[in-house]
């Protein structure tokens, strides 16, 4: 399983504020291992369809979805 790491800011449901959540943190929050994820980019010439995609989350969410 392969899963395509979009990190950037979220607004934070619990003080309002903007964070930016960064690729490490992407990993750490969502438990990856490095041969399991690749991080987006538009230009790469990967199919968007191959992957899940996963992004900061406003709830703070970050198990693992499935296909």
Known sequence: MKYALHPGWITSKTDGDQHYIGVGQLIELYELRHDEYIVWN???GYKHEDYIH???SYHG???RPTE
Do not use: E, H, M, T
């Open 61 to 63: 969410n970050y198990g």
């Open 54 to 56: 996963l992004y900061p």
């Open 42 to 44: 538009d230009s790469s």
